[in-house]
């Protein structure tokens, strides 16, 4: 149980285009995702925390007019990466928790790709 | 300082032996302590979580948290090479926010 999956699993685009990727919660509700961006070798940094019907909470330094978070749905969240540039690129990846009463527990999807040219 | 500290390795083993991976962190308000695995290119896998100082054991696993010291660490016992892949430390402390180590980089040679 407890699966996360998140599609494209890899997406090539060019600058200036908009991406979207999506984080789903196949066999459970999830009322918060979370969104991280990770570098080579490097940690999970937080993007931002989306909460079902309401906005998502964007750590500091994180563009939310670049990053849209919508979380329309108890399984659903996306990320759109509006007119992406080379340094975007990066390893996106989400996490969904099943409940409050369980916060430690994050399920990690297996990340997206992005590659701007 | 970092709010977690988390040698990147990389750390190299032979099969069978005992790892040891270790955090330290400076925020004492944490209580939550969990250590992922992430192979390459993929999403971090929960291994285990503690909270509040102890040991936790899960077949080869063992879990250590030491409040006093704001130290934690993972072992692994009879280390397979299945168990290459990087280990990253996470805390939180109540509420959503967890903050993550940068991760070890393991490698287990057959």
């Known amino acids: 149980g407890a699966v996360v999956s998140q599609h494209p699993s890899r997406v090539i685009c060019k600058s200036g285009t908009s991406v979207k990727i999506e984080c789903r919660s196949l066999?459970?509700?999830?009322?918060?995702m979370f969104w991280y961006r990770q570098f080579p070798k490097q940690s999970l940094m937080l993007m931002a925390t989306s909460n079902e019907g309401s906005k998502a909470t964007y750590e500091q330094g994180v563009e939310k007019d670049k990053f849209l978070i919508n979380h329309a749905s108890l399984t659903l969240s996306t990320l759109t990466v509006t007119s992406a540039h080379p340094e975007d690129s990066s390893f996106y990846i989400c996490?969904?928790?099943?409940?409050?009463?369980?916060?430690?527990?994050?399920?990690f999807g297996p990340g997206t790709r992005l590659t701007v040219t | 300082q970092k709010e977690v500290e988390q040698d990147p390795g990389p750390l190299s083993v032979p099969e069978g032996a005992i790892v040891s991976l270790n955090c330290t962190y400076s925020n004492s308000a944490f209580q939550y302590f969990m250590w992922y695995r992430q192979y390459s290119r993929k999403g971090p896998e929960l291994l285990m979580y503690?909270?509040?100082?102890g040991n936790k054991e899960d077949g080869r696993f063992t879990a250590q948290v030491d409040k006093s010291s704001k130290y934690i660490s993972l072992f692994i016992r009879d280390s397979q090479p299945s168990d290459s892949a990087t280990y990253l430390c996470a805390m939180m402390s109540g509420g959503f926010k967890t903050i993550f180590g940068a991760g070890t980089r393991l490698f287990v040679k057959a």
């Open positions: 996490s969904a928790v099943p409940g409050p009463q369980s916060s430690y527990e994050q399920y």
């Open positions: 066999d459970f509700q999830a009322t918060t």
């Open positions: 503690t909270y509040s100082s």
